[in-house]
């Protein structure tokens, strides 16, 4: 079980809207700690995709979005493709156990 | 561009110390205001973060795993290494050598450690 709790799956056909929940507590995304989200690809390395919350870094499309209120985060993704089929990981820090945190991850299937 | 690569044994014997090194190319791992760390993902499953050091040598290690690893630098060669002492099957994973600039925005392809005997 994660600190940072995430749905093990979500789905959507293409061209629709997905969000992926990341649910923490106050001492990590409720202290204040910025969010990060990454794209894992399979047999690949992940990848930044969003950092400090809700900025995009170069390269990433504007399909991806970020928000953060209170303990908990969301990754939205917009006019769904095949080609983001991919797990997900939100990422923080927590000031109680003094660690780098991420979520479970979140499988993404496109139908 | 900058490019990590991870390096070491891809078989280690249970009880055994598990040493891994990540060489840093395209910049200098002695660089100002940025963490070199250690994540690691078992087949199947999520991340995990091992352990960091900052440039400066200030060490961070995940409480569970403390008692068992250490990371290092070498500023001569550009490369930092983690031992993880006392493996078990637990420890199969795959490890990533990462940089964290806020965030960990360069990795590198990750190698696989099996530990078996």
């Known amino acids: 079980q994660s600190v940072l709790t995430q749905p093990p799956s979500v789905s959507g056909a293409p061209g629709q809207r997905v969000t992926i929940s990341c649910t923490g507590s106050s001492s990590n995304i409720g202290a204040g700690y910025d969010v990060q989200w990454y794209q894992q690809l399979p047999g690949t390395a992940p990848r930044i995709l969003i950092y400090?919350?809700?900025n995009r870094p170069s390269g990433v499309p504007d399909r991806f979005s970020g928000s953060k209120s209170g303990t908990s985060a969301s990754l939205a993704i917009t006019g769904l493709q095949a080609e983001d089929e991919a797990d997900y990981y939100c990422?923080?820090?927590?000031?109680?156990?003094?660690?780098?945190?991420f979520g479970g991850g979140t499988k993404l299937t496109v139908l | 561009q900058l490019q990590l690569q991870e390096s070491g044994p891809g078989l280690v014997k249970p009880s055994e110390t598990l040493s891994l090194t990540c060489t840093v190319s395209?910049?200098?791992?002695?660089?100002?205001?940025?963490?070199w760390g250690w994540i690691r993902q078992p087949p199947g499953k999520g991340l995990e973060w091992i352990a960091s050091i900052y440039y400066s040598g200030t060490t961070y290690y995940t409480p569970s795993l403390k008692s068992r690893v250490t990371i290092s630098v070498d500023m001569s060669k550009n490369q930092f290494s983690l031992k993880l002492s006392s493996v078990t099957a637990a420890d199969t994973s795959v490890y990533f050598c990462a940089r964290y600039n806020n965030f960990f925005d360069y990795w590198g392809q990750g190698t696989l450690v099996t530990v078996s005997s």
């Open positions: 400090g919350n809700n």
């Open positions: 395209g910049g200098s791992i002695s660089s100002s205001n940025y963490f």
């Open positions: 990422q923080s820090y927590d000031t109680s156990l003094s660690v780098w945190l």
